[in-house]
């Protein structure tokens, strides 16, 4: 059983520039989440993949959006980049659409850094 | 907007000690409390979790108290060993929001 991956691993970007973040989930799950998390900060949800269907969205602007693939790999991707949007982005993937009980199990993350 | 509060923020214990982490919420509708556990360079990992109408759950050294008129839970680490050294973060679930995460402690053991 293979577990949730995320590429790239470090990304570099400058101010205004748009980016592509990529997460396969766990094999079986069909749901993936999205998460930023500021450095010294908890994880902040930005929105949830269900069946290629977006099925939930936190409290972010519409710049960060969102893709799941027919095989529930995912994409998170961001406009016209801030300094603030610098941070780990986290994905999560759960075996159904997210019931409270459900594991999440969470790749390791990308690293943006924004100039 | 911090939903889910979190003490301390970050935390020193001697091997074989007591870790004692706190957690506070004002949402009532919030429904189900985990607990993960993150290394530096992974994503979190889940830990152990509690439903509001327990008000203990242990599992191995780990263990949650949960006091749901105060609207608080903790996390207990008994025996604590340097390998626990890492940031652990309480969290907790409404069903639309998704998972609200505290901010998090930084948790070490001394050898």
């Known amino acids: 059983e293979t577990g949730v991956t995320q590429s790239p691993t470090h990304l570099i970007k400058t101010r205004g520039q748009q980016v592509t973040l990529r997460c396969s989930s766990q094999?079986?799950?069909?749901?993936v989440s999205w998460y930023q998390q500021a450095l010294g900060q908890g994880p902040q949800f930005i929105f949830q993949?269900?069946?290629?269907?977006?099925?939930g969205r936190g409290n972010f602007p519409p710049r960060f959006s969102g893709l799941q693939f027919p095989n529930y790999s995912s994409e998170l991707n961001v406009n016209a980049l801030e300094l603030d949007d610098s941070a780990l982005y986290l994905c999560?993937?759960?075996?159904?659409?997210?019931?409270?009980?459900?594991?999440?199990?969470f790749g390791p993350g990308t690293r943006l850094t924004v100039l | 907007q911090q939903q889910v509060k979190q003490s301390p923020q970050s935390l020193i214990v001697q091997k074989g000690g007591i870790s004692i982490i706190n957690c506070a919420y004002e949402?009532?509708?919030?429904?189900?409390f985990p607990w993960y556990q993150q290394f530096p360079g992974k994503g979190p990992a889940l830990l152990i979790a509690?439903?509001?109408?327990?008000s203990e759950k242990k599992e191995g050294r780990f263990t949650i108290s949960f006091n749901k008129s105060a609207k608080q839970f903790s996390l207990h680490i008994m025996d604590s060993q340097p390998g626990d050294s890492a940031t652990y973060f309480c969290?907790?679930?409404?069903?639309?929001?998704?998972?609200?995460f505290g901010p998090g402690t930084r948790l070490s053991v001394l050898p």
């Open positions: 993949y269900y069946r290629e269907e977006e099925n």
């Open positions: 969290a907790a679930w409404d069903y639309g929001q998704n998972f609200v």
């Open positions: 094999s079986g799950h069909n749901t």
């Open positions: 999560a993937s759960t075996p159904s659409r997210t019931r409270s009980t459900d594991t999440q199990y």
């Open positions: 949402n009532t509708a919030f429904d189900y």
């Open positions: 509690i439903r509001p109408d327990v």
